[in-house]
């Protein structure tokens, strides 16, 4: 072991020696060449010194004009060695100063010197001409063409800014490489097997760069004024009055799509689960579709419908009735459309799980089916319903797309921070809001994972049971089925809306029938939809794969700091989507990592957000697979790398493959990072669906709502299939 | 194949407690050579590092010290793909996507042999198993004993130096149980392979193994051959863990010389401790009885 350190050590250095060798000479050189041009340039501006005052009063002036690269001062009479110069400066005045203030100093009695000699002179240092400016300075005599005569000295100035830049650029340069080279050279020392150590490695970087450092850099900016540390930005924002409003706003809307969405989350799963209702898949498939509708859909189509100029509006104000549909109220009942899916999963899950065993014994002991409700099942339930009202919360709160159309007067912190972004260009204030969003956000997710999904009871009991205790009498139970069917309807007009919305001229004004805006979507969103399609094809596989390797690492490997890289890798799924994006442009627009504008700050952007659904599903699935498995492939001499292909790929398929479609759909209907990190070159559709409701041009954006539905469920479909095939795989695993 | 030996040189394992965060040494510096070609047994309770010492020779734990050598190489730092070992699991480790053709080819196509060839060779090794029809299937339309002979055909079939078998029987009911004791040790005979095998039943180590490794909370406490370990045992332990045993405590009070000559100094020269005598005396009935020992020595008993 300690010979192996040795070794480690003795390498490294080499690699060290080796490196700075490569390093200095390369620097050296790139001095020297720029010493050389800039000896090059004094030489032939030297050249064209004219004699006479007033002519070489106009040359100076027009050096000055022509060229920015260097500045010139003449000193019309060559000093004494020693004494003080005898003439005024001309040319350049920031210059002209500090060879009049220097005159005496031993560099600039040299220059004088050499220039009486008619030889040019670097000084061997750099000096700070006018604001902070390092500069290398050049003296060259100036010799009366007809006399040849040294009538004084030219002093040249050229700025250091490139030789700086390109000194820093090697330093990092060379710091990275020195790193990687490190790490390689350890694992291939020190490891027994080096693919997992790269993997890990690479695993480690890769969340640090895309999750930590995006992350630090929003929280630094949101504490900084004008390069320096300071409270300003946060004391604004908690004396601002519209900025508090904007989070009493999100917190209101979050409670108020909670609230609603558990309820009709409960009912639904209620329904399903504990009466004899009909049509139980009908309402189990409605009860989860909206989870997948492309962002602004459902809003869409509400405007549509309830919009100032919508269709239900209109036959209500012929009635008396006036409203507005923007703001707080038309913004809960969106989200509760488009959110209660979340509350029926988890409730449906609760529900199923609870033993009903308990309620038969309790309507034996002659309680009637109410009391057993309220005192048996709702009370089992409570876990599940606190945990599905946090779920919704969190949502709510991040959400973006809803309020960007529908939220009116009303001021909420997501819409806010976009707003400071791209309105205002304050980044400062945008990072500050975004993560004050994430308090509550955090607060709500971490509340449910550790606190209440820890206390539910219903794991305890035995195996479910399988059989319905009916627990409705016929009138309760055709009272909440017509609920349920009435929400049903509703859902389905609002997607019929959008449809509709495809084949009408000018909705609100104009009915009749047209194909138009059909023609007209198309031939305007191609590129739109073209962009997206291929990014989120190609964050797709990457997401997919890394994926895959980290819930093989996770679950199969013993390393140092697991917890750390598992809560990196998990973190962005309780960001909201704004502090993401907003950090992403903050961190990636300048150096050392330049990304804004590229295609790859999105799709990483897609990746670090999908990859938590994807790890999560690979770590259910790979616990489930005999490790004795994997274990035989190295056995009978797989590497690493090959275990993972042949074996482990295969065999998590199913979670693989619904990793994948949920990175695409996810990635083909993200909104709220993406929208900070589009730029001309690489659109999304969905900002463009944006567009065109900011325009009025509902029919441009009901086509392709539309075209994202289609494509959304066509993923999930197809996904499905694949899967069902493997089924029988999955079974013989365990 | 050119059969190899096996040496273990004080080898530790100490295993961190991710909860207490406590050391548990799994192996307390464990010593053995095995003889190329022979059969050795692991034998002991649950919990007593069996498993350990296996994964440590296959390579799936690094030693916390010690130095293992397969003939003479020193593999201690070789990760598990790269050593000549092949291990047949409890749980068979079966690849569950494959056919059992494509399982027991596995090895072979990992190291780039043609197609044709890995054919032919599974088929042989298949129709040694005694499996010759089945390539076709998956694992999981097979039976349990079934699935034990795809697992053995595809270790076997890399030509490995060092077979392991960690506890391969344990999920068959007896009588297929017998059945597979015999055809393993027939195929490891036949190939002349070194093989290691761990068990905790002992009915099965007696009649499987050349010798038999008995060990105890991470240390050995005896090696031998079987006959050695049920007639001699070492300690109480051994004897119970082996045989059938009666232990009567007693208390020695005297000793007179031997007659017929067998370990007549052992007997004499030692001052008999309470330890000793009851190793001595608690083996099992047969042997107390046969070599009529008690007779010899005056005791008394005190329960
Ligand atoms: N990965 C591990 N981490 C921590 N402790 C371990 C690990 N593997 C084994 N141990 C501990 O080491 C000791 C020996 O385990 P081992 O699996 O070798 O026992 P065994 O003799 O094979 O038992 P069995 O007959 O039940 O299979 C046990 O106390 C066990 O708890
Ligand atoms: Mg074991």
């Known amino acids: ?209 895309f999750v930590a450092y995006p992350l630090f850099e929003a929280l630094r900016l949101s504490f900084l004024e004008n390069g320096k540390f300071s409270l300003s930005t946060w004391k604004t924002i908690l004396q601002s009055e519209g900025y508090m409003s904007a989070l009493w706003g999100s917190l209101k809307l979050g409670c108020w799509t909670a609230t609603f969405s558990t309820i009709v989350g409960f009912l639904f799963a209620f329904v399903v689960s504990r009466t004899n209702a009909p049509c139980k898949k009908l309402i189990s498939t409605m009860g989860v579709l909206p989870v997948i509708s492309p962002p602004f859909s459902l809003t869409l189509s509400i405007i549509l419908l309830f919009g100032n100029n919508g269709l239900i509006t209109r036959w209500l104000r012929v009635i008396g009735l006036d409203f507005s549909i923007y703001g707080l109220p038309g913004l809960v009942l969106v989200q509760t459309m488009g959110m209660f899916p979340i509350a ?29 409700f309220s005192k048996i099942t709702f009370p089992l339930a409570i876990p599940g319903i606190l945990s599905a009202w946090l779920l919704v919360f969190t949502t ?54 550790f606190w209440v999904a820890k206390r539910s009871y219903v794991t305890v009991t035995g195996k479910p049971s399988g059989r319905i205790t009916e627990l409705t009498t016929p009138i309760v139970r055709r009272i909440l089925t017509g609920i349920i069917f009435a929400i049903i309807i509703f859902l389905i007009m609002l997607y019929g809306t959008i449809f509709a919305g495809c084949f009408v001229k000018n909705w609100g004004i104009d009915y009749t029938f047209s194909l138009e805006n059909i023609t007209e979507a198309i031939t305007r969103s191609t590129d739109a939809l073209f962009d ?19 819930a093989l690492l996770i679950v199969r490997r013993k390393f140092h700091g697991k917890k750390l890289l598992e809560m990196l890798l998990m973190t962005p799924f ?142 999930f479909g197809i996904m499905r299939l694949v899967v069902r095939e493997n089924s029988n795989l999955t079974k013989n695993v365990t | ?107 072979l196509k990992l190291r780039k042999i043609p197609q044709n060839e890995i054919d032919t060779k599974v088929q042989k090794f298949l129709e040694m198993v005694g499996l010759g029809q089945m390539g076709k299937r998956p694992p999981s339309r097979l039976s349990g004993g079934q699935q034990q002979r795809v697992a053995l055909a595809r270790s076997l079939i890399v030509e490995p130096s060092v077979l392991l078998l960690d506890e391969p029987l344990s999920n068959l009911d007896a009588l297929l149980r017998e059945q597979m004791r015999v055809e393993i040790r027939r195929l490891q005979k036949s190939l002349g392979i070194t093989a290691m095998y761990v068990t905790h039943d002992r009915v099965e180590a007696m009649s499987l193994s050349d010798r038999i490794i008995v060990m105890k909370l991470g240390h050995i406490i005896q090696i031998g051959t079987p006959s050695d370990i049920y007639r001699d045992p070492v300690d109480t332990f051994v004897a119970g863990f082996v045989g059938k045993v009666a232990f009567f405590p007693c208390e020695v009070k005297g000793l007179s010389p031997l007659r017929d000559g067998r370990n007549p100094s052992r007997l004499a020269t030692k001052r008999w401790s309470w330890p000793d005598l009851s190793r001595f005396l608690s083996v099992n009935r047969e042997r107390v009885l046969k070599t009529e020992l008690l007779r010899r020595i005056s005791i008394s008993a005190t329960a």
């Open chain 1, 1 to 209: 072991m300690n010979k192996k350190i040795i070794n480690f050590i003795v390498t490294l250095l080499f690699v060290v020696l080796v490196g700075y060798w490569i390093y200095s000479s390369v620097s050296d050189e790139f001095m020297k060449q720029t010493g050389a041009s800039q000896r090059r340039t004094v030489e032939t501006v030297a050249a064209g010194y004219p004699s006479g005052n007033e002519e070489v009063i106009e040359w100076l002036k027009r050096l000055e004009a022509e060229t920015s690269t260097y500045r010139v001062a003449f000193v019309p009479e060559l000093p004494m060695p020693g004494e003080k110069l005898t003439s005024t400066p001309q040319g350049d005045s920031e210059l002209s100063s500090l060879v009049s203030e220097n005159a005496l100093d031993p560099e600039f009695a040299k220059g004088f010197d050499n220039a009486a000699y008619e030889e040019i002179y670097k000084s061997s240092h750099n000096w700070t001409v006018g604001k902070n400016e390092e500069q290398a300075l050049f003296f060259a005599p100036a010799i009366d063409m007809k006399t040849h005569d040294v009538e004084g000295a030219l002093v040249f100035s050229f700025s250091t800014d490139g030789e700086q830049n390109f000194m820093r650029m090697m330093n990092t340069l060379f710091f990275c490489a020195f790193v990687l080279f490190a790490v390689v050279i350890w694992q291939l020392m020190m490891s027994r097997d080096p693919i997992v150590g790269f993997a890990l490695a690479g695993l480690f970087l890769m969340t640090l760069i």
């Open chain 1, 532 to 550: 997206t399609v291929t990014l989120a094809a190609i964050a797709t596989p990457i997401a997919g794969i890394i994926a895959m390797i980290a």
């Open chain 1, 574 to 715: 309780a960001l909201p989507g704004t502090l993401l994006g907003i950090s992403y442009i903050l961190a990636f627009n300048h150096a050392p990592i330049i990304l804004v504008g590229t295609a790859a700050i999105i799709i990483i952007n897609y990746v670090i957000r999908e990859l938590p659904v994807g790890i999560e599903g690979g770590i259910a699935s790979l616990r489930q697979i005999d490790p004795s498995i994997e274990e035989a492939a190295t056995d009978l001499g797989a590497d690493q790398a090959t275990v993972f292909r042949t074996i482990v790929l295969p065999l998590v398929r199913p979670a693989f493959l619904s990793s994948l479609s949920y990175t695409f759909v996810r990635s083909m209907t993200a909104v709220s990072a993406v929208i900070f990190l589009i730029s001309a070159r690489w659109y999304h559709i969905t900002v463009l669906i944006y567009n065109f409701s900011e325009n009025l041009r509902f029919g441009l954006a009901s086509v392709l709502s539309t075209v994202l539905i289609i494509i959304v469920f066509g993923a």
């Open chain 1, 396 to 449: 709510s709160l991040a959400d973006f797309a809803n309020p960007l159309l529908l939220a009116g007067d009303l001021k909420v912190l997501s819409l806010e921070s976009y707003i400071e972004v791209t309105g205002m260009n304050r980044l400062g204030h945008g990072a500050a809001l975004s993560i004050l969003l994430l308090l509550p956000t955090l607060t709500a997710f971490l509340a449910q994972r």
């Open chain 1, 344 to 372: 029926f999963l988890t409730l449906g899950g609760v529900l199923q799980a609870i033993d009903s065993t308990f309620e038969e014994a309790s309507l034996n002991l002659s309680a009637s089916r109410f009391q057993t």
């Open chain 2, 1 to 107: 194949m050119a059969s190899k030996s096996v040496t273990f040189d004080n080898i530790k394992k100490i295993f961190r407690d991710p909860q207490s965060g406590q050391d548990v040494a799994a192996v307390a510096g464990v010593s053995f050579r095995l003889e190329p070609g022979e059969l050795v047994t692991l034998l002991g309770p649950s919990g007593c590092g069996k498993s350990t010492i296996l994964r440590m020779l296959s390579g799936f734990e690094q030693p916390t010290s010690g130095k293992i050598m397969i003939g003479d190489n020193d593999v201690t730092n070789t990760p598990p793909n790269k050593r000549d070992t092949a291990m047949v699991f409890q749980s068979y480790g079966l690849f569950p996507h494959m056919n059992v053709a494509e399982n027991v080819g596995y090895g």
